[in-house]
């Protein structure tokens, strides 16, 4: 709530009976945990996991699509970047909606959008169009998808939260393994299936597959409950009680009567009364001053962009070798190894990568428009079981690094080691002697920069004071998307032109990140209460 706000509060009392009232967070303490917040976690799942479908899906069609969308190196980087690009250019509309708006309708809109768009993507023959299905999904992902997590942390008291949001947090991580898995399982397969009219092969079944999450998320949403702190927050405080009651009963037990609490202490925000336009444009220009003082302030720029340039560089890595790999294998499944049989050293990567040394190429060798041949990849299925593997790798060892990373020393420590395997793997994947040592590499890299990734967010609550956590939080968030847009159309660029550049570069970048990483920023808080002060009466 604003500092504004706060001046203006006007406290209203429901009461139910001549008991105290009390506010919302001994009222959501004495609720417990327990059975209520299991089933609504899992009817949040499938929301969660929607966001994470719309931002992977596309990797894993690249062989399959080329033809049938006309894909070159550049426009298949065009095409896993373009979610990431929404999410961007979108994600700052969402924080001045979400107050006027209830989080379940949010869901119930954005699923029913996504599940369409997810159909729609299926059945398109445009390049054009399809990216721009893709660009609808991202603002999706990047907005209403992307807040389930706050909606479920309204439901649980600060004894419970720290606990809950690192098992959620895994929970979510697991849709990442479940596209890799789907790929393995359909686009192998020589499926055609005619829908309407429309011949369905085996990618755009896959397509089709992968819009189950929002449909089943759909159903859901329509069951969850309003969050309490919103029903109060807008007045209903009948209803928040009634809820209260409800999460009391299911999870201890007891009857709803014998719930303590009969009476609620509500603050009216005034922000709700006053005209939309208005209230966001004070929480904008709040924003901005917390901006201002991040990166304008001695006592926080060093610490803020330690973890900017950490976030940029964990999450360019992450995104851009879990997108590529199930595709840059397909690539080298399909070598020509018969024509390099004659020459006496093992090929590198960069050399199995190119089109020209490819089985499919080798019929349009003679032509001239060779560049502009569409191949026909051989998909094997071990390609894609070898990306789930690589998925279930990373969220396993980022969760279990989770429970290690618990004092500065031991972060900077698994960090260093992070980014220094990051650097060794980036730069000896175009050396190694085979596709499996190659593929260890890249599976490496994947790993150990979503470690960093998690790493880096941890630091950021250590090291930024909490007057200013959400703001730094919210722009590590952007940051992590334009690492991914900036990450995905370099080094499809690259693989392009000059394939060693790609490799190298990510490597070069591991190795600025291991130096920054040497100089761990301490905690500024003795000055946060000043901080707080000042951004009250700039406010």
Same mark, same amino acid.
């Given at each position: @709530?604003?500092?504004?706000?706060?001046?203006?509060?006007?406290?209203?009392?429901?009461? %139910? +009976?001549? =008991?105290?009232?009390?506010?919302?967070?001994?009222?959501?303490? $004495?609720?417990?945990?327990?059975?209520? +917040?299991?089933?609504?976690?899992?009817?949040?799942?499938?929301?969660?996991? $929607?966001?994470?479908?719309?931002?992977?899906?596309?990797?894993?069609?690249?062989?399959?699509?080329?033809? %049938?969308?006309?894909?070159?190196?550049?426009?298949?980087?065009?095409?896993?970047?373009?979610?990431?690009?929404?999410?961007?250019?979108?994600?700052?509309?969402? %924080?001045?909606?979400?107050?006027?708006?209830?989080?379940?309708?949010?869901?119930?809109?954005?699923?029913?959008?996504?599940?369409?768009?997810?159909?729609?993507?299926?059945?398109?023959?445009?390049?054009?169009?399809?990216?721009?299905?893709?660009?609808?999904?991202?603002?999706?992902?990047?907005?209403?998808?992307?807040?389930?997590?706050?909606?479920?942390?309204?439901?649980?008291?600060?004894?419970?939260?720290?606990?809950?949001?690192?098992?959620?947090?895994?929970?979510?991580?697991?849709?990442?393994?479940?596209?890799?898995?789907?790929?393995?399982?359909?686009?192998?397969? *020589?499926?055609?299936?005619?829908?309407?009219?429309?011949?369905? +092969?085996?990618?755009?079944?896959?397509?089709?597959?992968?819009?189950?999450?929002?449909?089943?998320?759909?159903?859901?949403?329509?069951? #969850?409950?309003?969050?309490?702190?919103?029903?109060?927050?807008?007045?209903?405080?009948?209803?928040? #009680?009634?809820?209260?009651?409800? !999460?009391?009963?299911?999870?201890?037990? /007891?009857?709803?009567?014998?719930?303590?609490?009969?009476?609620?202490?509500?603050?009216?925000?005034?922000?709700?009364?006053?005209?939309?336009?208005?209230?966001?444009?004070?929480?904008?220009?709040?924003?901005?001053?917390?901006?201002?003082?991040?990166?304008?302030?001695?006592?926080?720029?060093?610490?803020?962009?330690?973890?900017?340039?950490?976030?940029?560089?964990?999450?360019?890595?992450?995104?851009? @070798?879990?997108?590529?790999?199930?595709?840059?294998?397909?690539?080298?499944? *399909?070598?020509?190894?018969?024509?390099?049989?004659?020459?006496?050293?093992?090929?590198?990567?960069?050399? !199995?990568?190119?089109?020209?040394?490819?089985?499919?190429?080798?019929?349009?060798? =003679?032509?001239? +428009?060779?560049?502009?041949?569409?191949?026909?990849?051989?998909?094997?299925?071990?390609?894609?079981?070898?990306?789930?593997?690589?998925?279930?790798?990373?969220?396993?060892?980022?969760?279990?690094?989770?429970?290690?990373?618990?004092?500065?020393?031991?972060?900077?420590?698994?960090?260093?080691?992070?980014?220094?395997?990051?650097?060794?793997?980036?730069?000896?994947?175009?050396?190694?002697?085979?596709?499996?040592?190659?593929?260890?590499?890249?599976?490496?890299?994947?790993?150990? $920069?979503?470690?960093?990734?998690?790493?880096?967010?941890?630091?950021?609550?250590?090291?930024?004071?909490?007057?200013?956590?959400?703001?730094?939080?919210?722009?590590?968030?952007?940051?992590?998307?334009?690492?991914?847009?900036?990450?995905?159309?370099?080094?499809?660029?690259?693989?392009?032109?000059?394939?060693?550049?790609?490799?190298?570069?990510?490597?070069?970048?591991?190795?600025?990140?291991?130096?920054?990483?040497?100089?761990?920023? /301490?905690?500024?808080?003795?000055?946060?209460?000043?901080?707080?002060?000042?951004?009250?009466?700039?406010?």
């Amino acid at each position: @709530m604003l500092a504004s706000d706060r001046e203006n509060d006007k406290i209203a009392t429901i009461t %139910d +009976n001549v =008991n105290e009232p009390a506010d919302f967070n001994k009222a959501i303490s $004495t609720t417990g945990y327990g059975v209520f +917040n299991v089933l609504l976690l899992l009817a949040t799942l499938p929301i969660a996991w $929607t966001a994470i479908f719309d931002t992977t899906s596309g990797a894993f069609i690249l062989a399959s699509a080329e033809c %049938d969308l006309e894909l070159t190196f550049f426009r298949k980087g065009v095409l896993v970047a373009f979610p990431y690009i929404a999410m961007t250019t979108t994600a700052f509309i969402w %924080d001045y909606i979400t107050p006027y708006v209830s989080m379940k309708i949010l869901f119930m809109l954005a699923l029913l959008t996504d599940s369409i768009l997810n159909i729609v993507s299926s059945g398109v023959r445009s390049y054009y169009i399809f990216i721009i299905v893709k660009f609808l999904s991202g603002i999706l992902a990047g907005g209403p998808l992307a807040m389930v997590m706050t909606y479920l942390t309204e439901f649980h008291s600060a004894r419970y939260k720290p606990r809950f949001t690192t098992w959620v947090g895994f929970l979510f991580a697991v849709a990442n393994i479940v596209p890799a898995a789907l790929g393995f399982t359909i686009l192998p397969l *020589n499926w055609h299936i005619d829908i309407f009219g429309q011949d369905y +092969n085996s990618w755009r079944i896959y397509l089709l597959i992968c819009s189950i999450p929002p449909v089943v998320g759909l159903v859901t949403a329509t069951m #969850l409950p309003e969050s309490p702190k919103y029903l109060m927050a807008i007045g209903r405080s009948d209803a928040a #009680l009634k809820l209260l009651r409800r !999460m009391y009963c299911m999870n201890t037990r /007891q009857p709803s009567e014998t719930f303590p609490i009969k009476a609620l202490l509500v603050r009216q925000k005034t922000q709700l009364t006053r005209p939309v336009l208005e209230a966001s444009l004070e929480r904008l220009r709040v924003s901005l001053y917390n901006t201002k003082l991040l990166l304008a302030t001695t006592a926080y720029l060093p610490a803020f962009c330690f973890v900017s340039f950490l976030q940029f560089g964990s999450m360019l890595g992450f995104n851009t @070798m879990r997108l590529w790999v199930p595709h840059l294998f397909i690539i080298l499944n *399909n070598f020509d190894a018969a024509n390099w049989a004659s020459k006496d050293r093992q090929p590198t990567i960069c050399e !199995m990568l190119d089109r020209h040394a490819a089985l499919p190429g080798r019929q349009y060798l =003679n032509c001239t +428009n060779f560049d502009d041949a569409c191949f026909k990849w051989t998909i094997n299925p071990v390609i894609y079981q070898n990306s789930t593997i690589i998925a279930s790798s990373a969220v396993v060892f980022s969760f279990l690094a989770g429970f290690i990373t618990t004092t500065k020393l031991r972060k900077q420590i698994i960090m260093l080691m992070a980014f220094l395997i990051s650097v060794a793997s980036s730069f000896g994947i175009n050396w190694a002697q085979s596709p499996p040592y190659m593929l260890t590499l890249a599976s490496a890299v994947i790993v150990t $920069t979503r470690i960093a990734g998690n790493i880096v967010t941890a630091v950021n609550v250590d090291v930024i004071p909490v007057p200013l956590r959400a703001t730094s939080t919210s722009i590590l968030a952007v940051i992590g998307n334009i690492a991914a847009v900036v990450g995905n159309l370099i080094f499809s660029a690259f693989l392009g032109t000059k394939c060693i550049v790609a490799f190298m570069g990510l490597g070069c970048l591991f190795s600025v990140c291991f130096c920054v990483s040497l100089f761990f920023p /301490q905690p500024v808080r003795e000055s946060s209460k000043k901080l707080a002060e000042a951004s009250t009466s700039k406010v």
